[in-house]
């Protein structure tokens, strides 16, 4: 999907680069890998230097500490854009790719423009976590040599049956959670299943313009997730994309490239720049 974009590995990090103006970098979720941006990737471009990457024990990243913290995966965008020579970015992120855009916001403020939280968790409720604990667990355990739980995620992000316009992403992004490096993927999502109240009372501190973007039909990550992000956030707002699902950036890319173009159109130069 990232055909013709420049590929590079700066300490350890593999990533894709296009386009020309200030620094825009994208972070994905669990299970996929810089390719899950193509279509903001080509959209995003003309206007922005936009950079996608592996996150820690996916694609071309090595793998995270056994017991992986979000620090680790910002320090690990931090240490990026040290060998690429750029300081100040705009960040977006999805899924658990958007904890750690605000972890590195709150981590690095002086690094980070603005930040895009796209389909973010936050404060599950008991029953939320408890499922995604369980989930966690079988991975842990040794459960990713069983494709049950692929179909069930596939099931959660895109629909059962799959809508007949999603079949080619759906495929794509199946073939993704195949190839995924068993160990990365646990210790991620052993991470992700524990994160979600990391930034319950840091998101007061963070003092830039930070977009809380998700998805009417995505339960897990929800609306009124991003509504009490966006309430704590001293610059934060909110908008729930109507009839959209978890992987909204890859099945209608049109209306979420709208959203991020609206977004960080709105920001100033200085705020943005590199």
């Not at 960080?264 to 705020?271: A, C, I, P, R």
Request: aromatic share 8%; hydrophobic share 45%; proline share 5%.
């Amino acid at each position: 999907m990232l055909d013709g974009f420049k590929l590079g590995r700066v300490n350890g990090t593999s990533y894709y680069r296009t386009g020309r103006g200030p620094v825009l970098v994208l972070i994905h979720g669990v299970g996929m890998h810089a390719g899950f941006w193509a279509p903001q990737l080509t959209a995003l471009a003309e206007h922005w230097d936009v950079i996608a990457y592996d996150t820690l024990g996916h694609g071309g990243s090595p793998l995270p500490p056994e017991h992986p913290t979000l620090a680790d995966y910002s320090n690990q965008l931090r240490d990026l854009l040290d060998g690429l020579g750029i300081f100040q970015v705009c960040v977006a992120g999805h899924s658990m790719g958007a904890l750690i855009a605000l972890e590195f916001a709150l981590s690095h403020p002086a690094r980070a423009g603005a930040v895009v939280a796209m389909n973010a968790v936050y404060c599950r409720t008991p029953a939320q976590r408890e499922a995604v604990v369980q989930r966690a667990a079988l991975l842990r355990g040794g459960g990713i040599a069983d494709m049950s739980w692929r179909q069930a995620a596939l099931d959660r992000w895109f629909g059962a049956p799959v809508p007949p316009g999603q079949l080619e992403n759906t495929a794509w992004v199946g073939a993704s959670l195949a190839a995924v490096d068993a160990v990365g993927y646990a210790r991620a999502y052993a991470l992700f299943a524990s994160a979600d109240a990391a930034h319950a009372g840091r998101l007061r501190q963070l003092a830039v313009p930070a977009l809380f973007l998700t998805g009417e039909e995505d339960h897990n990550s929800s609306a009124e997730m991003s509504r009490e992000m966006a309430r704590e956030a001293p610059f934060g707002s909110a908008v729930a994309l109507p009839g959209e699902r978890h992987m909204m950036s890859l099945t209608s890319p049109g209306v979420v490239n709208a959203a991020l173009t609206h977004f960080l159109s709105s920001l100033s130069l200085t705020q943005a720049a590199q």
